[in-house]
């Protein structure tokens, strides 16, 4: 079974004990527990083999159940496009595309993702070959500081397939007509995505000449 | 997070069993609420179950005309049904409303239905809550409310039902579809889902210890103008101050429900009976109000809200 080391900072002590030595034996569909002793008394620490494909490549991790999807990408596979923001949910850093839906990885567990066809922002484009909406968000400079840009282009990549696929958002007027890909409907749909330096106008614009239209 | 044991099911009834077997077992479907709580170590399941793969997917007619959501079925994917679309868009337009495109993305019909509160004393666990642990007191009492409930609160507790969905599915009489611990299935109206915190506000739900909802069945279509109003301090990703769900016809006559204002989406037949006057319908639906001094303003946001609907509905502005 190949999994890559864990990134020292992420080895909690009460982890080191109990990851060792396990492997085998495990049922399929179910985790096992086993007792790691701290200072605090024993606790249960439930690991499980999950399988993940990301940008196309299959990875066989053993991971605490704990583990979220974005933990598993940047701290198991080192994948660190993808960022840690809030880690609830709240400010779309960590947006990655699954089955090809854009979600909150740091609000979804690792071991759920079993045969899932995840998309990170590593896998939609690399520096010599820009995703079209990459690019365009170098043209018109939707980043400051890039913190949160890897989620705001996988979100933003996801939300004109949603407009395509006739998902409405709250200020689509006509539910039965199809939905545009307007300046308002990019800022409403794009609201999950937090960018502190307020590039938004930019975003905006960048998604709107992807869609083919004028911001 | 506590640690956890994982077990993956492949049947409602397999699901029921798990659940029968472990006390401290949760059902995990999108898990947008339930992990977030988990972080936070407000939630503390020894033992979750992913019901994930159970075929409960699918959005299906019913025989009478209406519609069966499966309790998997996204909040994206229902939104965005042709079917929903066009005979309950009081339902789209509620989902919408709510939270982001990624969470809705992930977040199911039955997941929905049981998120909970929002309320910052909730959330703080160096605060003291009742509803988050029994008979431990309410600092909303006496702190910031201005979120919080104005009707069918306690004095144990003043928090809200916090979503969107659950206000249009009341305007609609849905029906919740459940499986129990035991196998046997049963129905929940919505309007007896949601319970009044009472003295017991960590009793949220109808449901009983491992009961899995499996769909939400939503009756023949009504027609009408189907709006869902939301008021929040920003215009979008926030949750309700005020919201109103309405299904009317022309002269502003039909149903509508308010949430953001008490622990269940709130809807009152004398509000239903005096529509289409405003001002009669808000005074039913806050009669018995007991605000505290920074949510007082609900009163007249739920007569002003309301008003705002009725004059869409009669096609007063665009």
């Known amino acids: 079974m190949d999994e890559p080391g864990y990134f020292a900072v992420s080895r909690r002590g009460v982890l080191q004990s109990g990851a060792a030595g396990f492997a085998a034996g495990t049922v399929p569909g179910a985790s096992v527990a086993f007792a790691a002793e701290n200072k605090a008394g024993a606790i249960a620490v439930s690991r499980m083999p999950v399988r993940l494909e990301v940008n196309g490549e299959g990875h066989d991790l053993t991971l605490d159940t704990r583990t979220t999807l974005l933990d598993a990408l940047r701290e198991h596979l080192h994948m660190t496009g993808t960022k840690k923001g809030c880690d609830h949910g709240q400010c779309g850093a960590c947006t990655v595309i699954v089955n090809g839906e854009r979600i909150n990885s740091c609000l979804s567990l690792a071991v759920m993702h079993e045969g899932d066809a995840i998309t990170t922002i590593e896998g939609l484009g690399t520096p010599e070959a820009m995703h079209p909406m990459q690019a365009a968000f170098v043209k018109h400079d939707g980043y400051q500081c890039g913190y949160?840009?890897?989620?705001?282009?996988?979100?933003?990549?996801?939300v004109l397939k949603e407009i395509a696929a006739g998902v409405p958002s709250h200020v689509t007027e006509d539910l039965g007509a199809p939905m545009q890909a307007s300046n308002m409907e990019m800022r409403e749909r794009m609201s999950g995505n937090i960018c502190r330096c307020g590039a938004y106008s930019n975003i905006a614009e960048a998604m709107a000449q992807v869609a083919g239209e004028s911001a | 997070m506590k640690p956890f044991t994982f077990e993956r099911v492949s049947s409602p009834a397999q699901a029921a069993a798990a659940a029968a077997k472990s006390r401290g077992a949760r059902f995990i479907a999108g898990g947008t609420n339930l992990l977030d709580l988990m972080k936070?170590?407000?939630e503390a399941p020894t033992h979750l179950i992913d019901v994930t793969q159970t075929g409960l997917g699918e959005i299906s007619a019913t025989g009478d005309g209406g519609l069966r959501i499966g309790a998997l079925v996204t909040n994206t994917a229902l939104a965005a049904h042709e079917r929903v679309k066009r005979d309950y868009g009081?339902?789209?337009r509620a989902i919408v409303a709510g939270a982001s495109g990624q969470l809705r993305n992930k977040a199911t019909t039955g997941g929905n239905l049981?998120?909970?509160?929002?309320?910052p004393y909730f959330y703080d666990t160096n605060m003291a809550c009742n509803k988050r642990v029994p008979e431990s007191g309410c600092s909303a009492r006496g702190g910031v409310s201005r979120q919080l409930g104005i009707v069918g609160v306690s004095e144990a507790c003043i928090a809200t039902y916090p979503g969107d969905m659950a206000v249009a599915l009341r305007v609609l009489d849905a029906v919740v579809e459940t499986v129990r611990p035991d196998g046997s299935a049963r129905t929940i109206p919505i309007a007896e889902f949601h319970r009044l915190w009472g003295d017991t506000p960590h009793i949220e739900t109808a449901l009983e210890p491992g009961e899995m909802i499996t769909a939400v069945v939503?009756?023949?279509?009504?027609g009408g103008?189907?709006?869902?109003?939301?008021?929040r301090d920003r215009r979008s990703y926030a949750f309700a101050l005020v919201s109103v769900a309405a299904v009317l016809d022309a002269e502003g006559r039909g149903r509508v429900a308010v949430g953001g204002i008490a622990p269940r989406p709130w809807r009152v037949e004398a509000a239903d009976a005096a529509l289409p006057d405003a001002?009669?319908?808000a005074r039913a639906l806050t009669q018995g109000a007991s605000p505290t001094d920074q949510n007082a303003f609900k009163i007249a946001l739920v007569e002003r809200t309301l008003a705002?609907?009725?004059?869409k509905a009669r096609g007063e502005f665009a």
């Open chain 1, 148 to 158: 949160c840009t890897p989620g705001q282009i996988c979100s933003a990549v996801a």
């Open chain 2, 40 to 42: 936070l170590e407000i």
């Open chain 2, 90 to 92: 009081v339902l789209s």
């Open chain 2, 114 to 119: 049981l998120q909970r509160t929002r309320c």
């Open chain 2, 218 to 222: 939503l009756p023949a279509p009504l």
């Open chain 2, 225 to 231: 103008t189907h709006l869902y109003h939301k008021v």
């Open chain 2, 279 to 281: 001002a009669a319908a």
């Open chain 2, 308 to 311: 705002g609907v009725l004059a």
